[in-house]
Structures are given as structure tokens and as C-alpha cells.
């Protein structure tokens, strides 16, 4: 049933380049330009019409929404609003007719997530269901939705769930850009052919796993991690974080890079490993900058870079080599060896990968 692996973490994490082409199969059709998702479809003067879209959820899948509220801005000009279901259930939020709920869930069973899409229906807004799990209680309450293909997710610990999110929840705003007329026909064109590669490159990606256990080694008894990241990729810090802190029981936190002086920097000596998302795509300039700060302070840098990268090289302890793809679609790829470094060091430290304690899969009590 583990398919040769392990553990269901690692077989779930090698499964991204064919769960990502399942999600996206029959909905993205790259050589005609075209993205046909019925849920969106049946639902487009809504999402048109919406004056914000409010996207709601728990743990990783609140992650996968950071993700997504950094591409529907910046491709539709909606404002997004990603809140933690648990917050928004409890402070008589504002919201009605014009607002988009989007909840999103691998599960479809989280307590909170299924309180708050309840609230929002009552206070009269459109809710849309990202969920892993077909026939589940919130892809039965969601008014409509569109399903993620990632097959079952056993590990507690969600991967494969959060990059089939993020394939949904990327197409969904470029048929909408497709719609409003906020994206160029070129870029519109050109995010199509990525995605379609995506998959290729998720397993270029895996090839980091070697990389990823040797770190791993390295750092399997440190106490802390800090885990820095901008625009895109500042969410994929704080999975990156989750992921670590769940399973290795090692204390991690995920920042905005910039966020570093303002207080986390005092944390930072020679015992402090800082995990540094750095693509060649995006703010590199600024983290090249952050990461001087950090070695300037003894820091010690794990730097995942674009292939063929020298100068954040020079400066970093330990490099691991990514594929290159736009920067609205890095998070797909520089998730991976985060996935991969977690996994190694809770195996070193002889965790329980699948079943770490005092968790469950899915958080049925509030
Ligand atoms: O099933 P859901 O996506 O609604 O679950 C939300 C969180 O409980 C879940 O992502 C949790 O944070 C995972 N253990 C993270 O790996």
C-alpha cells in the first residue's frame, strides 16, 4: 500500500508530478488557450461581480490560500482576504451579497473551515469548495466547487494536497483573468504552457531528495529553524515551518525575509540553521540582502536556489537546486525539497512520520 516507500509521507510526496497533471487533466488545455473548470464556469458572473474574495481554511491549506491570494491580486485585481476558519467563525465577520467565500479543505471534514462556510452562507455570500475528498461534508455545504485529484492522503503531514490546491486554485484565476481582461493574452498563454510543465519540473525537483538527506543530517538535532521567504514564496516559508514543526518536533517558524529585522534577527547565531527561499525569479536582489544580514550575524544558510545560481552560492552554507519557472508558480516547485528536508530529519530523529503525535488528519473538534 506505500507503494515501495517508507512511509505514506514519502510515497505522497513522490506522487506531486501525477497528482498535479490529474488535478489539472480536462481542465487545462494549454495548445488551445482554453480553461474549462464547470464549477467556475456555472458560477462566472458571481465570481465577476465579486467585490472580494474571501478565502478561508486551517493549517496547510490556509498556506495553499496565502499562495492563492498573491496570484488572484495579481492576476484578476480582485482583493483577497485569507483568514484561519477558526478567527473568522468567531468575530462576527463582514460580509455579504458581494463577497466570494472560497474554503478550502483536503479533507472537507475540518471542523472550523465547515462553521465558517456555514456563517458565510448565512450572511448571504457565494461559497466555493476546494476539497481533496469527494462526497465530504464541506464539498456538500460549499454552494459549488472544484476538486483537487490528489488521490487519498494518508500522511498527517499534507503535501501532495497542498500542491494540487494551489493547481486549482491557479487555474481558477487565470480563467477569471481570462474573463475581466487582466492578464496579457500573452502572459495568459505563456502561464498556461508552465503549468502544463509543472509536473516535469516537480520531478526535476524530487531529484533533490540526495541534497535533502544530507542537510538533513546535518541539522537533525537542531532545536530551532527559521524559514524566510518573500512575495510567493513567503507562504511556502511557512509550510516549510509547519511541515518541520510537525513532524521532527523541532521548533520552526516561517517570515516574510523583510520581517527579519524587525525582531527574529536577534535570534540568529551560529546555532541557528535559516532555511532561505531564494529563486532567481521574484525579489532575489532583496534576499541576496537578507541573506548578508543573516551571515553577517553567523547564521547559517540553506539556500534553495534556481539551477545554475552562483551568487546567493558564494554566501550560503548549503545550496539546494531548483528548476527555473515563473514566480507565480515557484511555490509548486520550492515546496518540494521542503517537503523532502522535513521528512529526512524526522526519519533521523525516529519520529513517527505518518502519525505524529497529538495530531490528527483531519481535525474534527473545534
Ligand atoms: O483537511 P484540511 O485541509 O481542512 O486540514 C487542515 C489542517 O488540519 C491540515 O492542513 C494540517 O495543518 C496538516 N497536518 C498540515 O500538514
Avoid at 488572484?72 to 463582514?94: D, G, M
Wanted: aromatic share 8%; net charge negative; proline share 4%.
Amino acid at each position: 500500500e506505500k507503494g515501495g516507500y517508507e512511509h505514506f509521507m514519502l510515497k505522497e510526496i513522490y506522487e506531486q508530478p501525477s497528482v498535479i497533471k490529474d488535478t489539472y487533466r480536462g481542465r487545462l488545455h494549454a495548445n488551445e488557450g482554453i480553461i474549462q473548470m464547470s464549477g467556475v464556469e456555472d458560477n462566472l458572473e458571481k465570481f465577476l461581480n465579486a467585490e472580494r474574495i474571501i478565502i478561508v481554511a486551517c493549517g496547510t491549506s490556509w498556506h495553499a490560500g496565502l499562495v492563492a491570494e498573491y496570484i488572484f491580486e495579481e492576476f484578476t485585481r480582485i482583493p483577497v482576504e485569507v483568514e484561519y476558519a477558526s478567527e473568522f467563525r468567531y468575530r462576527n465577520p463582514i460580509i455579504g451579497s458581494k463577497d466570494v467565500v472560497i474554503a478550502i479543505s483536503q479533507s472537507g471534514e475540518t471542523a472550523d473551515t465547515m462553521a465558517a462556510i456555514k456563517l458565510a452562507k448565512e450572511k448571504g455570500a457565494f461559497v466555493y469548495g476546494v476539497c481533496n475528498v469527494v462526497g465530504s461534508s464541506i464539498s456538500r455545504e460549499t454552494h459549488a466547487g472544484s476538486h483537487t485529484h490528489a488521490g487519498p492522503e494518508i500522511g498527517v503531514a499534507s503535501t501532495k494536497a497542498f500542491t494540487t490546491q494551489i493547481t486549482v486554485l491557479t487555474m481558477m484565476a487565470l480563467r477569471l483573468a481570462k474573463a475581466k481582461g487582466t492578464l496579457s493574452n500573452t502572459d495568459f498563454h505563456r502561464y498556461l504552457q508552465e503549468l502544463e510543465i509543472i509536473p516535469e519540473k516537480v520531478k526535476e525537483a524530487l531529484e533533490t531528495n540526495a541534497k535533502a538527506k544530507e542537510i538533513a543530517a546535518v541539522f537533525k538535532d537542531s532545536h530551532n529553524c527559521l524559514y524566510l521567504g518573500r512575495g510567493y514564496n513567503f507562504p511556502v516559508a511557512l509550510e516549510g515551518a509547519l511541515k518541520l514543526k510537525e513532524i521532527s518536533y523541532i521548533h520552526a517558524e516561517g517570515y516574510p525575509a523583510a520581517e527579519m529585522k524587525h525582531g527574529p534577527i536577534a535570534l540568529i547565531d551560529e546555532h541557528m540553521p535559516v532555511v532561505i527561499i531564494a529563486p532567481k525569479q521574484g525579489h532575489y536582489d532583496k534576499i541576496v540582502s537578507n541573506i548578508q544580514e543573516i551571515k553577517s550575524r553567523s547564521g547559517i544558510i540553506i539556500a534553495v536556489v534556481t539551477k545554475g545560481d552562483t551568487q546567493v552560492r558564494e554566501l550560503a552554507d548549503y545550496v539546494i537546486e531548483i528548476p527555473e519557472t515563473s514566480d507565480a508558480l515557484s511555490p509548486l516547485i520550492t515546496t518540494i525539497p521542503l517537503q523532502l528536508l522535513s521528512y529526512h530529519i524526522a526519519v533521523m530523529r525516529g519520529c513517527n512520520v505518518d502519525q505524529p503525535r497529538n495530531l490528527a488528519k483531519s481535525v474534527t473538534v473545534e
